[in-house]
Nanobody, 124 residues
Framework: VQLQASGGGLVQAGGSLRLSCAAS???????MAWFRQPPGKDREFVAT???????TYADSVKGRFTISRDNAEKTAYLEMNTLKPEDTAVYFC????????????????????WGQGTLVTVSS
């Protein structure tokens, strides 16, 4: 599967952005997730959604970000509201390694396919 992330950009603190992750190939039955890598830091988990639409979020984004998916369109989304400067990062989408896995996974090792990343910059 190939993943293409888009929707990043420059936004002021308190603003909103919606990221999209378009997939080609087999996606039905696999979890989709978003990770991010802030400047000079390691990649970190943001949110995941299973094929049955179960979700889990990092504490730092809970209540502000919403992950969703459209199986027919083979696209996952990350709606980001009330953005903060500390949300500045390159955001990556990923597809889970195991089909029909209904556990929400927050470690990068559980994801086999990755998109190229889209940069989100939040100014103060």
């Amino acid at each position: 599967v190939q993943l293409q992330a888009s929707g990043g950009g420059l936004v002021q603190a308190g603003g909103s952005l919606r990221l999209s992750c378009a997939a080609s190939g087999r996606t039905y039955g696999y979890a989709m997730a978003w990770f991010r890598q802030p400047p000079g830091k390691d990649r970190e988990f943001v949110a995941t959604i299973t094929w049955t639409h179960r979700t889990t979020y990092a504490d730092s984004v809970k209540g502000r970000f919403t992950i969703s998916r459209d199986n027919a369109e083979k696209t996952a989304y990350l709606e980001m509201n009330t953005l903060k400067p500390e949300d500045t990062a390159v955001y990556f989408c990923a597809q889970g390694e195991r089909r029909y896995d209904d556990f929400t996974r927050s470690t990068a090792e559980r994801y086999a396919s990755w998109g190229q990343g889209t940069l989100v910059t939040v100014s103060s």
